[in-house]
């Protein structure tokens, strides 16, 4: 694919981080006006979204580099290279869920409403997002060979070259999207809240479970009652968890 987008003098523009600035910039811009529509003091909303950016960033990074500890213990310095691939999503949703609920805390936001806000921004983000994974090979596919496989050839892209794959990247890009055209439909009809948020997260941790079974990328593993499971996997089954019981317990007592 394409990871270095273009270079102008020592300036290299890296596609990764490009259209993760698109995704950031689309899903802020997103919540911003829903918040608008809400009657929520849309400034506010700009503020939660920068410091949801930088906790999500730091947090996807945190696991990334706890899940492939090894190699960092020997290479510190690629910590923070970021414009080569390596977030992992729960991590960045845990760092933006503890930042988030101090934001709305400390600003009295309704933290319930201001999440149903947030979540379809999340998905319309993702669905942007994995394209740059796309482009720069980063979480790629096992080997294949179906008729949508692709090969990477690029010497800089993060994936091995010269070999087919599932492209997952692709996968991820269009379960995100769909979960963004439900997570709509569902925000228009909703019935309390809390809702919408909670409907993304178990979404999310369906498709997120069923795709890392296509992933060739380092995953991390663990053992749990005989099934070997992936790092993430084993979160989006927390996660799934949480969100039904949280569905259940909001239905029971909260009314929009």
Known sequence: MYPILFRIGPLTIHTYG????IAFLTGISLAVRQAKVEGED???IFDLCFYLVLAAILGARLLFVAV?????????LQIIKLWKGGLVFYGGLIGALVTGAWYMKRHQLPLWKITDILAPS???GQAIGRLGCFAAGCCYGKQTDVAWAVTFTDLYSLAPTGITRHPTQLYSSGVALIIFIILLLIYRFR????QVF???VVLYSVGRFILEFWRGDQRGFVNLLGYVLSTSQ???ALAFIAGIVMLISLKKRTRI
């Not at 490009?18 to 600035?21: E, P, Q, Y």
């Not at 019935?191 to 809390?194: D, E, H, Q, R, V």
């Open 191 to 194: 019935k309390f809240s809390g």
């Open 42 to 44: 849309p400034q506010k």
């Open 122 to 124: 999340i998905a319309l």
């Open 68 to 76: 492939n500890y090894r190699f960092y213990l020997d290479n510190p």
């Open 198 to 200: 909670w409907s993304y």
């Open 18 to 21: 490009l259209m993760l600035a």
């Open 234 to 236: 084993l979160i989006a």
